[in-house]
C-alpha cells in the first residue's frame, strides 16, 4: 500500500500565496504520476495539476499562469505553488498518485485525505 499525506493547507487573503506538499511513503516501485485535485462544496472533483513520470506537466485552464507543480524525486513528494489565489480557488485540494507497487508493470491509484484551502476577498 501506498500513503499520501498533505500539508500546507490554510486560509489566505485573496492575492496571496500558498505552497501544499505531497509525500507518499510505502511500498513504491515507481511513480507513474502523480496530480492535484480539487473538490469545492456542490462541486465535482477536478483536476488542478498533474506532473508525469517524465516530467510533463498539464495544467486546469483556471490556475495556469498562478499556480505551480513540480515534484522532488528523492523524497517521493510533490508539491502544488499557488499564487494570486482568488476566492474561487476555495477547496479542498486532494493529493493522487498512480504508482507501480510490486514491479509487474501494473499500476494503482492512491488519494490523499485531503486538504482545506480557504481564500477570501
Known amino acids: 500500500q501506498v500513503q499520501l499525506v498533505e500539508s500546507g493547507g490554510g486560509s489566505v487573503q485573496a492575492g496571496g500565496s500558498l505552497r501544499l506538499s505531497c509525500a507518499a511513503s510505502?511500498?513504491?516501485?515507481?511513480?507513474?504520476?502523480m496530480a492535484w485535485y480539487r473538490q469545492a462544496p456542490r462541486n465535482q472533483r477536478e483536476l488542478v495539476a498533474a506532473i508525469s513520470r517524465s516530467g510533463s506537466l498539464n495544467y486546469a485552464d483556471a490556475v495556469k499562469g498562478r499556480f505551480t507543480i513540480s515534484r522532488d524525486n528523492a523524497k517521493n513528494t510533490v508539491y502544488l505553488q499557488m499564487n494570486s489565489l482568488k476566492p474561487e480557488d476555495t477547496a479542498v485540494y486532494y493529493c493522487?498518485?498512480?504508482?507501480?507497487?510490486?514491479?509487474?508493470?501494473?499500476?494503482?491509484?492512491?488519494w490523499g485525505q485531503g486538504t482545506q484551502v480557504t481564500v477570501s476577498s
Open positions: 510505502g511500498s513504491i516501485f515507481s511513480i507513474n504520476s
Open positions: 493522487y498518485g498512480n504508482f507501480e507497487i510490486d514491479g509487474s508493470g501494473r499500476t494503482y491509484q492512491f
